[in-house]
């Protein structure tokens, strides 16, 4: 049981901690305040105790899948978020850009705290009824935290302690990866809930690298890992790489046309 | 990095946390497979001890044993009847259908997993199954494992206080260095003294040292300098000035081929001031001799020191506010300041002009202005009039006037060792230039 409950708090905390310290990093380097930070984080737990207080009524929603349709929108929210940032970020000279940015980064820890905070409210809650369990799974709580906490922190400093070009390289392809992650976890919500046709995987790496490992959930949360992935999943997976990839690099282009 | 002290908290704590969740991680599974095995050879012991124990190949009458309801046996004949069993296992758990084979296995049955082994009596032909309930077994080892695990955890934040407190005495000696630079005296240049310094810190406190003291080594110079040309340049123009007003009683010499020898030796001998004023007025000088002044008691004190200029040109000159306006300053500094703004203003406004000179208490702080009636400075030129020798274009002046151009340059100077602001401005009031000088509160 300790196990289990690592590994489930630990996908769910891995994810939000590389999604702020990205974004820590990204201030930290061009200077910006870090108030957004504790906003986020205070609306994003409220909002998280909220949704999980309620989560009863939302799993009624469209026909009893509300729950998997829910956290599909959320994960297409901090998809965009993401898309957004990068797209702004990579034009530092246009005006206005400061702000949108920040509210960009507030905006993406308030629904990757929503997002990760419930299921963790969820989760622990299932076992306060289990004496016997409970110790167990409080303490993988707290290991699986510990760890995705100590993974975020050290990304955050080496991002920081790189020189700027290489680190400013390393957070974009983090960035991506993570969107990419995003919209993969999407189709499989969208999976269990019956809005995506399920089908035959496609491969099946489970034996290299379970997902129930540590370095399986690390993969996960990084790069969107599943061991047995469906067509459809591969397929948005790219997908959502390639818009990605393109809406920034044309912004990168026409910012650099600009200071031509 | 905003601290130190915090990046080495945080990655100190992140990879002690790292590395300890991961091994604990890895001995809880070995110790699961450990227990279980405990569990295992238990069930396995339970099953001889039965054995032995048990030589009956008849149907025990009473047939049921008590035990309780997380363990059970049974014993079976070689076609699988009962021969005996405890009370919570009361159907034969095997049968002629599943290919039977000695050893352990996991099995459903009473609603509950269990973990079963399966001994073979092959000197009475018969059966001894032993087994107990998975969950609990699985409960029972993971209380043993974590029994371990919990005061690791909960070592962390222990950990991370301890970590926190040496840090911050690690870096003592840095805040110690810290506060003996900032604490020191503008004009303290003396080497900074470390006893006991880290060696990381040595060469910083060896290369602050030797910074001062190049610094102390060109203050001196520098005062020496000022010192040294204040009295070589002025002896020989007092020369120059006493032999000039030999000339001047010579009658056979006309005064008019004397004038402008007479005010080339006067320009140089402003030139020779202004450029002493300016060098003496280092900022870190300036600052050694700060004090609580009355702005007014110093304007009060040039106008009357300079009214006899004025007064050659029949200029009126006017003091308004004059209240006391205490500013924390440089005494000689804002005297030379105000003694070149109304030597400028006098200088370059008319015969009968006017000027006006106002010291009045603001928000901020304290302004003075000084105002006349003279021909005023072109709009574009009033970034340029700070610059050392720049002369506004002589058409707009006079050009019998004295000058160097390095007046406005150094009440720029001034202005800026108070910390104060200069702004230039066509006198409405007046129709000149308006000079406003806002200085902090003390």
Redesign the interface.
């Known amino acids: ?3 289990n409950a ?1 590994i489930i708090i630990l996908r769910e905390v891995i994810e939000a901690s590389l999604i702020i310290s990205l974004f820590l990093a990204f201030s ?1 380097i061009f200077n910006n305040s870090r108030v957004w930070l504790l906003t986020g984080l205070f609306l994003g737990v409220i909002s998280a105790a909220i949704y999980a207080v309620n989560i009863g009524v939302v799993s009624q929603w469209f026909d009893g899948v509300g729950q998997e349709v829910i956290n599909a929108g959320i994960q297409i929210i901090i998809y965009l978020v993401l898309l957004t940032f990068l797209i702004i970020a990579m034009r530092p000279d246009s005006p206005l850009n400061k702000s949108l940015l920040t509210a960009m980064m507030m905006i993406g820890v308030i629904f990757a705290t929503v997002r990760e905070g419930s299921e963790i409210i969820i989760y622990i809650h299932g076992f306060v009824t289990v004496p ?2 409970f ?2 799974v409080l ?1 993988g709580s ?2 699986g935290a ?2 995705g ?3 975020g ?2 990304i955050y ?1 080496i991002l ?2 790189m020189p700027i070009n290489i680190s400013i390289r390393a957070g974009y392809v983090l960035t991506v990866l993570l969107a990419g992650s995003m919209i993969s976890q999407t189709v499989q919500q969208l999976t269990q809930a019956d809005w995506v046709i399920s089908q035959y995987p496609i491969w099946d790496t489970s034996t290299w690298i379970s997902e129930h490992s ?1 370095s399986g959930q690390l993969l996960y949360a990084v790069i969107g890992y599943e061991a047995t992935p469906t067509a459809v999943q591969v397929m948005a997976y790219l997908s959502a790489l390639f818009i990605i990839i393109l809406f920034s690099g044309y912004s990168w282009n026409h910012n650099q046309r600009l200071n031509k | ?2 601290s130190i002290r915090t ?1 080495l908290l ?2 100190l ?3 002690i ?2 590395v300890t ?2 091994s ?2 890895q001995g ?2 070995d110790s699961i497979t450990e227990v279980q095995q405990l569990f295992d050879d238990r069930l396995q012991s339970m099953a001889a001890m039965i054995s032995n124990a048990n030589q009956d190949l008849h149907p025990h009458s009473a047939g049921t044993e008590k035990l309780s309801s997380t363990v059970f046996f049974q014993i079976l004949t070689d076609d699988f009847s009962l021969l005996a069993r405890s009370n919570n296992a009361t159907t034969p758990l095997l049968s002629a259908d599943n290919n039977v084979t000695a050893g352990f296995r996991d099995i459903n049955f009473s609603g509950y997993r269990w973990r079963v082994y399966i001994l073979k009596d092959d000197s009475l032909n018969r059966w001894i199954i032993t087994g107990e309930r998975s969950d609990i077994s ?2 029972l080892a ?1 209380k043993v ?2 029994a371990s ?2 005061p690791i ?1 909960l070592a ?1 934040p222990i950990a991370a206080f301890i970590i926190w407190i040496a840090i911050g005495v690690g870096l003592k000696p840095l805040r110690e260095l810290t506060g003996q630079l900032n604490n020191k005296q503008a004009d303290d240049l003396s080497p900074v003294v470390m006893a006991n310094a880290p060696e990381e810190l040595t060469s910083l406190v060896a290369s602050t040292n030797a910074l001062l003291q190049r610094l102390n080594d060109a203050f001196v110079r520098e005062q020496q300098f000022s010192a040294d040309a204040a009295h070589e340049l002025r002896t020989p123009i007092s020369i120059l000035k006493v032999q000039l007003h030999n000339l001047q009683n010579n009658e056979h010499i006309s005064d008019a081929a004397l004038l402008p020898l007479a005010s080339g030796i006067e320009r140089m001998g402003q030139v020779i001031e202004q450029i002493l004023s300016l060098y003496r007025y280092s900022p870190e000088q300036a600052l050694i001799k700060q004090s609580e002044i009355d702005l007014s008691a110093i304007v009060q004190s040039i106008i009357a020191k300079d009214y006899e200029q004025i007064a050659i040109k029949q200029q009126k000159i006017s003091l308004s506010g004059g209240e006391v306006c205490l500013i924390k300053g440089n005494q000689f500094a804002l005297e030379t300041l105000v003694q070149n703004l109304i030597s400028n203003a006098s200088k370059y406004t008319p015969q009968q002009g006017e000027i006006q000179v106002t010291s009045k208490h603001i928000t901020t702080g304290v302004r003075l202005i000084v105002e006349d009636s003279g021909p005023g400075i072109p709009q574009e030129q009033y970034e340029r009039v700070f610059e050392r020798f720049y002369r506004v274009d002589s058409d707009r002046h006079n050009s019998g006037i004295l000058g160097c151009g390095l007046g406005l340059a150094i009440v720029k100077h001034i202005v800026d060792l108070h910390k104060a602001k200069i702004i230039l401005h066509p006198s409405t009031q007046l129709g000149g230039l308006k000079v406003m000088i806002d200085f902090p509160n003390k």
Do not use: D, R
């Open positions: 049981m300790l196990l690592v930290q016997e369990l110790q167990s303490l707290a290991i510990g760890i906490i100590s993974i922190v050290c400093y920081l302690n540590i | 990095m905003k990046y945080l990655t704590i992140a990879i946390t790292l969740f991961l604990l991680l809880y599974k699985y409960i993971e494992v974590t695990i919990i955890v962390i």
